[in-house]
């Protein structure tokens, strides 16, 4: 049963709206005062002092959704006039273009023709930037000098060259991080690989089969805390008593790294000094002479009679000891090619589908796993073509390769640079963040800072280059998969709200705009995405994250790839609608008609400015969970529209509705028309069933008009949207 807060006093009220800045943080967290105007009971309050606005948005630019890498041959499919027409009838505006090959440890040819650095048709491509014949699909080429064992996609397109137990592979790091292209010494970029062996083990030697590179300066250490990965801000990589060689000499190289075993379970070896000598590519390309490599890592104890005793696992597979490096070389080769693994589609494809509306969007540029060459090309390609570009994208969650935030800025400037000379007018932006709730560590540098994105930011303050950061990205995934109650629904507000202030704190600066360029409940898909819970989700994040002052948000996936098993054998979806094995759209899902609220309801749709003001219920449950979470636009029409999401799964609740700070000390209220628009229990119910599921009742949202005064209450269903617009009159 939901308990009605009581009323607070008007001078705490106005105390708390003293600074714009934070009228809406406090606005939310108390609402109610005694005083002229005051309505008592379940009561729904808006801030509306024209000061005390928290943000403005354009829903042209702000209400945005993403394309992401398809199936194989699914494009052919799903880019067709009667797809186009039912996935922007959701109403979401500007698009995101996600680079999935990145994510994958992949060389990306977004453009099928182009040229190699190798005469022989090998090396560092890149792709044309002569338009030619319309590019319909585009493939990643997964690296073959691989270091990683996990990447934070999938794990089918490649494992470790480290412990593949082949000795005519190696992995080698990515040339554009020495001081050849970075300008900087090669210390100040170190280049690493570290082994996880699952559970401490004792060790007391290492065997590094070195290839060309090799390390001249390198450490061997382990790692004191619980996991560099998930904890890396606690503990420190302590270096082995005889883990230090000052003095490579490249070959395989045998240290005893103590006189007694050291129990340990993460194991690293970090390089400062490269010999600079040439790969098996050869001399005639400088990248191939840059950087480090190795071909196969041993690790284990050494016996009395001097014996080596191998612990690691080597197989060509997932199921090798696991390995993580700093970087990866982007050399390949045509036979890398493994088109089946999906299709990014072809900017041609992309750009004149129709799924643009027209308007400038989002496009990556591979960098993690690229050359400046090719994206600047890129660029100049998509130019050449007409297409209109709002931003750019620079590489791929950097946090999820485990790439420092040094070496990710090196990058950075080195592509701004390039990209700025085919177009000074791009803005550039990242580093887009896998989806987080909390700070991206790293490892503490010499300072001891351990904030991944104030060190970023600090990397190109020192360069003076701060001004290539036109817009700070991260994608939001806030819920553990497969662990989604109902109750964890009243999280998101808080969630997507202090991850927005995080970013601040750590140095991002007020102007450059913060966006969530790909969002949805989780990282793996469940029966929450298909449900009403995942529809009053997206409402709230959208309404949180804009009312609190964020720049732009994008759905993902904006494309349908149809229902599919996910956590505990639930179905569940990343798309709007459930489709047959052909891939057409059998009916729309939840989180389809949330976004028909939010972008046609909610915001008047076009590139008109709106105005968000702070607004919140008293509803509250007998835990303190806020029920009803509310968001207040003023539109361009000189309507105000309240977007309330109802998380009550089991009681409506009626409640009355005042506009504080108008021009008269009473409150204001809607008056006469209002337009009501509501999607909940009563309009859909998601029935699963043994080996499938539908929604029945499946819509449309329930729409009605109400004769509004200053005594009229608002029904809001258990487990509901509720958009309400209309005009607001001063009570008398």
């Given at each position: 049963m939901a308990l009605s807060r009581s009323c607070l006093c008007e001078s705490r009220f106005a105390r708390q709206r003293s600074t714009r800045s934070s009228a809406g943080a406090m606005f939310l967290a108390s609402l109610l005062y005694c005083g002229a105007g005051a309505v008592q009971g379940q009561t729904i309050r808006v801030d509306a002092v024209p000061e005390h606005s928290t943000n403005s948005i354009v829903p042209t630019r702000a209400l945005g959704a993403g394309i992401d890498r398809l199936p194989y041959g699914a494009a052919d499919k799903l880019f067709v006039e009667p797809m186009v027409k039912e996935v922007l009838s959701a109403g979401w505006q500007t698009v995101s273009y996600r680079q999935n090959t990145e994510l994958h440890v992949e060389a990306w040819h977004w453009n099928p023709a182009g040229t190699w650095s190798d005469p022989r048709g090998k090396g560092y491509f890149t792709g044309s930037a002569t338009p030619g014949d319309l590019i319909r699909h585009s493939y990643g080429y997964p690296l073959p000098h691989r270091g990683v064992t996990h990447d934070d996609g999938t794990d089918m397109v490649g494992y470790s060259r480290l412990t593949d137990g082949d000795k005519d592979t190696y992995w080698k790091s990515n040339p554009y991080l020495t001081q050849a292209f970075t300008g900087e010494d090669d210390s100040l970029h170190p280049q690493w690989i570290f082994l996880d062996l699952t559970s401490r083990q004792d060790i007391s030697a290492i065997r590094i089969a070195w290839a060309e590179p090799y390390a001249k300066k390198y450490l061997v250490q382990y790692w004191t805390g619980e996991d560099p990965i998930k904890k890396p801000a606690i503990g420190a990589w302590q270096t082995f008593p005889g883990g230090a060689v000052p003095d490579g000499k490249g070959g395989t190289a045998m240290l005893q790294l103590a006189s007694a075993p050291v129990s340990v379970q993460w194991v690293r070896v970090l390089m400062t000094q490269s010999s600079n000598t040439c790969d098996t590519h050869g001399s005639a390309d400088r990248r191939n002479c840059l950087g480090y490599a190795i071909g196969e890592i041993y690790l284990g104890t050494t016996t009395s009679d001097g014996k080596f005793h191998d612990l690691i696992r080597h197989t060509p597979d997932q199921d090798q000891t696991a390995t993580y490096c700093s970087s990866v070389d982007p050399w390949h080769e045509p036979a890398d090619l493994d088109e089946h693994a999906g299709d990014q589609v072809g900017f041609d494809l992309f750009f004149t589908s129709g799924f643009t509306r027209g308007l400038p969007a989002m496009i990556p540029i591979a960098m993690l796993y690229g050359t400046p060459e090719d994206s600047a090309a890129e660029i100049s390609y998509i130019e050449k073509r007409g297409y209109p570009i709002s931003y750019v994208e620079m590489g791929e969650e950097?946090?999820?390769?485990?790439?420092?935030?040094?070496?990710?800025?090196?990058?950075?400037?080195?592509?701004?640079?390039?990209?700025?000379?085919?177009?000074?007018?791009?803005?550039?932006?990242?580093?887009?963040?896998?989806?987080?709730?909390?700070?991206?560590?790293?490892?503490?540098?010499?300072?001891?800072?351990?904030?991944?994105?104030?060190?970023?930011?600090?990397?190109?303050?020192?360069?003076?280059?701060?001004?290539?950061?036109?817009?700070?990205?991260?994608?939001?995934?806030?819920?553990?998969?497969?662990?989604?109650?109902?109750?964890?629904?009243?999280?998101?507000?808080?969630?997507?709200?202090?991850?927005?202030?995080?970013?601040?704190?750590?140095?991002?600066?007020?102007?450059?705009?913060?966006?969530?360029?790909?969002?949805?409940?989780?990282?793996?898909?469940?029966?929450?995405?298909?449900?009403?819970?995942?529809?009053?989700?997206?409402?709230?994040?959208?309404?949180?994250?804009?009312?609190?002052?964020?720049?732009?948000?994008?759905?993902?996936?904006?494309?349908?790839?149809?229902?599919?098993?996910?956590?505990?054998?639930?179905?569940?979806?990343?798309?709007?609608?459930?489709?047959?094995?052909?891939?057409?759209?059998?009916?729309?899902?939840?989180?389809?008609?949330?976004?028909?609220?939010?972008?046609?309801?909610?915001?008047?749709?076009?590139?008109?400015?709106?105005?968000?003001?702070?607004?919140?219920?008293?509803?509250?449950?007998?835990?303190?969970?806020?029920?009803?979470?509310?968001?207040?636009?003023?539109?361009?029409?000189?309507?105000?529209?309240?977007?309330?999401?109802?998380?009550?799964?089991?009681?409506?609740?009626?409640?009355?509705?005042?506009?504080?700070?108008?021009?008269?000390?009473?409150?204001?209220?809607?008056?006469?028309?209002?337009?009501?628009?509501?999607?909940?229990?009563?309009?859909?119910?998601?029935?699963?069933?043994?080996?499938?599921?539908?929604?029945?009742?499946?819509?449309?949202?329930?729409?009605?008009?109400?004769?509004?005064?200053?005594?009229?209450?608002?029904?809001?269903?258990?487990?509901?949207?509720?958009?309400?617009?209309?005009?607001?009159?001063?009570?008398?």
């Open positions: 950097p946090d999820g390769h485990y790439t420092t935030p040094e070496d990710y800025g090196a990058l950075y400037l080195q592509w701004a640079t390039a990209l700025h000379k085919v177009d000074p007018k791009l803005k550039l932006g990242g580093p887009i963040f896998t989806g987080v709730n909390k700070d991206v560590e790293a490892w503490p540098d010499a300072q001891g800072k351990t904030s991944w994105t104030t060190r970023f930011i600090d990397y190109l303050k020192s360069h003076g280059r701060l001004p290539d950061l036109a817009f700070f990205s991260f994608e939001h995934y806030p819920m553990e998969p497969c662990k989604i109650p109902w109750s964890s629904l009243y999280d998101e507000a808080n969630l997507v709200t202090h991850i927005t202030q995080v970013w601040r704190e750590d140095g991002v600066p007020a102007n450059i705009p913060l966006f969530i360029t790909e969002s949805n409940i989780a990282w793996q898909s469940e029966e929450a995405y298909v449900d009403i819970w995942g529809a009053l989700w997206l409402a709230d994040y959208v309404g949180a994250f804009l009312g609190n002052g964020g720049d732009a948000v994008y759905f993902f996936h904006y494309l349908p790839l149809g229902v599919h098993r996910g956590c505990n054998e639930s179905l569940g979806t990343f798309g709007l609608f459930s489709t047959d094995t052909n891939l057409q759209v059998e009916q729309p899902l939840s989180q389809y008609f949330a976004s028909q609220l939010i972008n046609l309801d909610w915001v008047q749709p076009g590139d008109g400015a709106h105005r968000l003001f702070p607004a919140a219920s008293d509803i509250q449950d007998a835990a303190g969970h806020v029920l009803v979470t509310v968001y207040a636009a003023l539109r361009p029409d000189g309507q105000w529209s309240l977007l309330i999401v109802n998380k009550d799964q089991e009681n409506s609740h009626a409640v009355r509705i005042a506009f504080d700070g108008l021009k008269s000390s009473s409150a204001g209220n809607f008056a006469g028309s209002v337009r009501m628009v509501t999607f909940g229990s009563a309009q859909y119910q998601w029935r699963p069933l043994v080996g499938g599921g539908k929604a029945d009742p499946d819509g449309p949202p329930a729409r009605s008009t109400i004769a509004a005064s200053s005594t009229t209450q608002y029904e809001l269903p258990a487990a509901s949207i509720t958009v309400l617009t209309g005009a607001v009159s001063q009570a008398k």
